[in-house]
């Protein structure tokens, strides 16, 4: 008898992009995919933060290299993708939210989240995919969505339909990519106490209702996602792909 053994969540000798990476579930991110092995490039607009965490994650022993980058200017991205060995695991975290009723919406609002939660998705993406294709590498993409995503909210329609829009574009992605062995999940946490969560978590009613809803009873903290972040990356994930792993502590199980 040949007993199987469990397939490795080390992600030794792989090279991993992370934006958004210097904050909140970004930051996460990069750290959880330093430590199981990963040489990490973390991307951000503002390149004193990026400075800051490269220099403390470097610190701590990790390989990590950062990048000034406005994730929304495709140019951009694509200029410094190409010029770069290419990434076997990309973290799309990078994200914003600007909420209010349904009514109150506005064209300026609405274009700055679907830039962002979608948009960028797509082409960072796309440079990094493209990269891939051409050295035939195996890749896994892991957009950070949201469980609403898979549920509406209240004063949330843009953000709610920016989250469903990155659900669609993940299965899609998956049935073109699954050929060349690039996986594409998403990963959908509940609210997560972080900068982005801190002013609407700080109205008492609001996180009542909040808490109200997660099963566990407790919100959300980046260290819950960095572990599901390492599965999806590592080669126990390797049958996984075009789907969504929900760290929402039973909010969508009603």
């Known amino acids: 008898m040949t007993l199987p053994r469990t397939p490795s969540f080390r992600l030794d000798g792989k090279r991993a ?11 996460g991110a990069a750290v959880a995919l330093a430590e199981a092995g990963a040489a990490v490039t973390i991307a951000a607009r503002t390149a004193s933060n990026v400075e800051a965490v490269v220099n403390e994650m470097a610190a701590a022993g990790f390989a990590v290299e950062g990048v000034a980058l406005d994730i929304t200017d495709s140019d951009a991205v694509r200029t410094f993708v190409d010029d770069v060995e290419p990434f076997q695991i990309l973290v799309n975290s990078a994200g914003t939210a ?6 109150q919406i506005t064209p300026a609002n609405y274009q700055a989240v679907m830039d962002v939660n979608l948009g960028a998705t797509i082409f960072v993406s796309q440079a990094v995919v493209a990269r891939l294709l051409a050295a035939g590498l195996p890749g896994s993409i892991i957009h950070i969505s949201s469980q609403m995503g898979h549920v509406g909210g209240p004063a949330r329609a843009v953000y709610s339909a920016s989250k469903h829009a990155v659900e669609g574009l993940t299965k899609a992605m998956a049935i073109e990519l699954g050929p060349n062995n690039i996986r594409v999940n998403t990963v959908c ?22 808490l109200s809803k997660i099963k566990l009873g407790r919100l959300g903290r980046v260290e819950d996602l960095m572990g599901p972040i390492v599965f999806l990356a590592s080669d126990a994930a390797a049958l996984i792909t075009g789907t969504s792993l929900l760290v929402d502590g039973g909010w969508t199980a009603e």
């Open 17 to 27: 992009l992370v934006t958004g990476g210097t904050r909140g579930i970004g930051l």
């Open 98 to 103: 600007r909420h209010s009723s349904f009514t």
């Open 189 to 210: 946490p509940t609210f997560v106490e972080t900068e982005l969560t801190a002013k609407n978590l700080s109205d008492p009613d609001f996180r009542s209702w909040v």
